[in-house]
């Protein structure tokens, strides 16, 4: 029997809509629904702009389409989160996808990494509260890596791992600033200044100018395909410093074949398997890893190519929807 699954209620960095199409091409009915009409990074064909209003009159009626409900960033249609389990009481199969800070538990994360910014986090009883209530009606979570792992693993009975997604066949390595040229070009991308640690690459980066030649660019509320075209023309990619794991940016710029520099916590390196080739840096190694970068033409080259491939092995759109599926089954 065909698998129908709606994603809901919003879209995540185009992760969702890429999700739901390459869930399609193995046969799997699947869209989702999103609430953030206004988004300005956009969404793909397989999403359906809505609202929690439409979606609650909508219920029943999705219920009576869909046999798994695949809800993302701990946002459920309810205030209340009841239409978890309402959906459980019509039979269908749930799964919670957690993203970031609707778990990343600010006390624990200071712990663990004294960089992170936990601004944005929900305040952490809601947090356990909201953890707490999913794995009473949920055994199974998803998690994009080890980093927000260690925030869900003691509620779930089962925690998977499934790498963000990106489909390199549409992704193509252009020719670098340097390679026609011009200057090496660094390029720094925030969705949020402050978790990405925006502040203080600004600083590194006016600081290293004062030495060495090179450009900088901050893309910033730009749609997907603006930022993926200026990251093809980039010579190197400043992603987030204090997380302590890389991003949707590093996934894209390595798809690009162009280096990335990303702080990732010591100990999240060295469960990953395989090893991303990113050239690590916390606030105070970062001077010195851009300066190495800046300068080291044949580093970035080698990086670049490691990268894609890293992508390619890991991130490929089609093996992740596969992995998804896999998932679904087993719920």
Aim: aromatic letters at 8%.
């Amino acid at each position: 029997m065909k698998m129908k699954v709606l994603h809901l209620p919003l879209e995540v960095g185009n992760q969702v809509s890429e999700l739901c199409v390459q869930l399609r091409l193995l046969g799997v009915q699947a869209a989702g629904l999103n609430w953030r009409k206004s988004n300005y990074i956009g969404s793909g064909p397989a999403i359906v702009a809505s609202d929690a209003y439409e979606m609650a009159n909508a219920l029943e009626h999705l219920f009576s389409i869909y046999d798994i409900l695949h809800y993302h960033t701990g946002y459920t249609i309810y205030p209340d989160k009841s239409d978890v389990a309402l959906a459980l009481h019509a039979g269908k199969k749930a799964v919670m996808h957690h993203r970031g800070n609707d778990v990343r538990h600010p006390e624990a994360a200071r712990r663990r990494n004294p960089y992170v910014y936990t601004g944005s986090s929900l305040p952490a009883s809601q947090i356990i509260d909201q953890l707490r209530y999913f794995s009473k009606h949920l055994s199974t979570a998803i998690v994009q890596d080890y980093e927000l792992y260690d925030y869900v693993s003691d509620y779930y009975k089962q925690v998977h791992i499934l790498p963000r997604l990106i489909d390199t066949s549409i992704v193509k390595p252009a020719v670098r600033r340097q390679e026609r040229g011009g200057r090496p070009l660094v390029v720094h991308a925030p969705t949020s200044r402050e978790f990405k640690g925006t502040e203080v690459v600004q600083r590194v980066v006016h600081s290293l100018q004062k030495e060495i030649p090179f450009d900088f660019v901050l893309l910033e509320r730009m749609r997907q395909k603006e930022v993926w075209q200026m990251i093809a023309q980039a010579d190197l990619v400043i992603d987030q410093v204090l997380c302590g794991a890389y991003g949707n940016i590093s996934v894209e710029a390595m798809a690009c074949e162009v280096p990335v520099v990303c702080f990732i916590r010591p100990d999240i390196y060295a469960r990953m398997n395989p090893k991303p080739p990113i050239a690590s840096a916390h606030p105070g190694q970062l001077y010195d890893q851009l300066k190495e970068l800046v300068k080291d033409g044949e580093r970035r080259r080698r990086l670049g190519k490691e990268g894609r491939a890293y992508v390619q092995h890991v991130h490929e759109a089609s093996k992740v929807a596969r992995q998804l599926t896999g998932i679904y089954q087993s719920l």
